[in-house]
């Protein structure tokens, strides 16, 4: 055998081997990719599948926006209204849209826009917030609020609703209340919101018959 030869079939015989290892990379990429398809399509399923873990998001998504609009009449200075309808499961937001900041509120679609209250549903035409995944206004088996105080309906705002000034509080001043999320398959799933008189807002979830934040 000739060197010529040997260096032939040794470069044959690398190159082989690297085809080889190359081949088996690629498999390893595909399989990889494919996992990562299993995960990404059941990771959401089994999160919808939690009733708790939905209520808990509602309510903490419920909390963000009550923020979100107090912060908007502090910075538009005006009055802005939040209204809650129980029955529908769908709570939505208005800003007093007139020129002279006079307070005033008709609960339009135009006041509604005004809020910028992100919207995720509508109601009537209004754009709000509608409630999904099984989660409705109300309090399950739970009979004590995260306060202490019994449970004597979902929404224990006076009115269903609650008011900023143009300062971002309370209005009348003083006045606040709890608004209960269940969810309609578990009553044990349950979170609430708790809004108090000087316009802070805090999530609650129910776990194991007590309250924790």
């Given amino acids: 055998m000739t ?27 595909v399989v990889m990719l494919m996992l990562g398809v299993i995960v990404a399509v059941a990771l959401p399923r089994t999160i919808t599948k939690s009733p708790r873990l939905q209520v808990d998001l509602a309510a903490r998504s419920l909390a963000r926006d009550l923020e979100q609009v107090r912060m908007r009449a502090i910075a538009s200075k005006r009055r802005v209204r939040v209204v809650f309808l129980e029955s529908e499961g769908f709570y939505t937001a208005y ?9 005033t509120i008709s609960e339009t679609s135009e ?17 709000g917030v509608e409630l999904k995944n099984d989660v409705v ?26 008011e900023f000034d143009a300062g971002g509080m309370v209005t009348p001043a003083g006045v606040g209340g709890v608004v209960f999320l269940a969810h309609e ?26 309250w924790e934040k």
Avoid: H, K
């Avoid at 060197?3 to 390893?28: H, K």
């Avoid at 398959?185 to 007590?210: L, M």
């Fill in 185 to 210: 398959d578990e009553p044990t799933a349950v979170a609430a919101v708790t809004i108090s008189g000087a316009g802070a807002f805090r999530a609650w979830r129910y776990r194991n018959g007590s």
């Fill in 95 to 103: 800003m007093d849209m007139t020129g002279e900041r006079l307070g």
């Fill in 137 to 162: 206004f109300g309090a399950g088996d739970v009979v004590t609020g995260p306060l202490g105080s019994m449970v004597t309906a979902a929404i224990t705002l006076e009115g269903g609703q609650v």
């Fill in 3 to 29: 060197d010529l030869s040997f260096c032939e079939m040794e470069r044959t015989r690398t190159q082989t081997a690297s085809e080889r290892s190359g081949y088996t990379v690629i498999e390893l990429v």
């Fill in 111 to 127: 006041e509604a826009r005004g809020s910028r209250l992100v919207a995720r549903g509508s109601e009537g035409g209004v754009p």
